[in-house]
């Protein structure tokens, strides 16, 4: 079945380092990939997303880039700030459906502290 | 509102009682999903409506577990003689979109319930 692989954490940046969480998965069809984050106290949020290979999203000065030769959707962000401290999800959404495909498959997520 | 909501936002409950978890989603969505978060962990699918259709049960992890969207719109996850290994964070995704459709990869979260199981 469908699965993703995220980099285990917490990783713990000063504010305006460099950031990369890496992500691969595994999966049949052309998924659609995804990164969720989750601030404290708060709820699931679509950070940003792809849909078909080397595509990039980005948001809020975060970018993802669609790699189907390497099976990766790794998140980079070239400063981060101490507002960026959250837990972030990579996920995908299968290309076909049933079994549990309609839904999104999540990584164990990745909990970002940044110090000031 | 403008967002899914759930509720309660906290549940604890003694070992062997039954549950029911509530999810508004947003208004004129179609599709609807739960999902089961574990401490540390990240979601898993559990079920998924089409309106009033559950078209996918496959990751209920037992006959305890049933979900229903009567109207298509509230949907209620109940969870009978709950276990200890139930307690974790039901989250509600609803979704403009159709099944096999593009549109579904566009999923919005509500806040989640907390279950605790004593």
């Known amino acids: 079945g469908d699965s993703v692989t995220q980099m285990e954490g917490p990783v713990t940046l000063s504010e305006e380092a460099f950031l990369t969480i890496n992500c691969t998965y595994t999966?049949?069809?052309?998924?659609?990939l995804f990164w969720y984050v989750q601030y404290p106290g708060e709820g699931l949020q679509l950070l940003l997303k792809?849909?078909?290979?080397?595509d990039k999203g980005s948001n809020k000065g975060f970018e993802a880039t669609y790699r189907k030769e390497t099976t990766s959707f790794h998140l980079e962000k070239g400063s981060v700030q101490v507002s960026d401290s959250a837990v972030y999800f990579c996920?995908?959404?299968?290309?076909?459906?049933?079994?549990?495909?309609?839904?999104?498959?999540f990584g164990k997520g990745t909990h970002l502290i940044i110090q000031p | 509102g403008a967002g899914v909501s759930q509720s309660p936002r906290y549940k604890v409950a003694k070992r062997g009682q039954d549950v029911a978890l509530r999810c508004d989603p947003i208004s004129g969505h179609v599709s609807l999903f739960w999902y089961q978060q574990a401490l540390g962990q990240g979601p898993e699918f559990l079920t998924y409506f089409q309106n009033e259709a559950q078209l996918d049960k496959s990751g209920l992890p037992s006959d305890r577990f049933f979900a229903e969207r009567p109207e298509g719109s509230v949907s209620t996850l109940k969870i009978q003689r709950t276990q200890q290994e139930d307690s974790a964070v039901y989250l509600c995704?609803?979704?403009?979109?159709?099944?096999?459709?593009?549109?579904?990869?566009?999923?919005?979260f509500g806040p989640g319930t907390r279950l605790t199981v004593l």
């Open positions: 999966a049949t069809g052309y998924p659609s």
């Open positions: 995704a609803s979704s403009p979109g159709l099944a096999g459709g593009s549109l579904l990869t566009l999923q919005f």
């Open positions: 996920a995908l959404k299968g290309g076909v459906s049933g079994g549990g495909a309609d839904g999104l498959t």
């Open positions: 792809a849909t078909k290979a080397d």
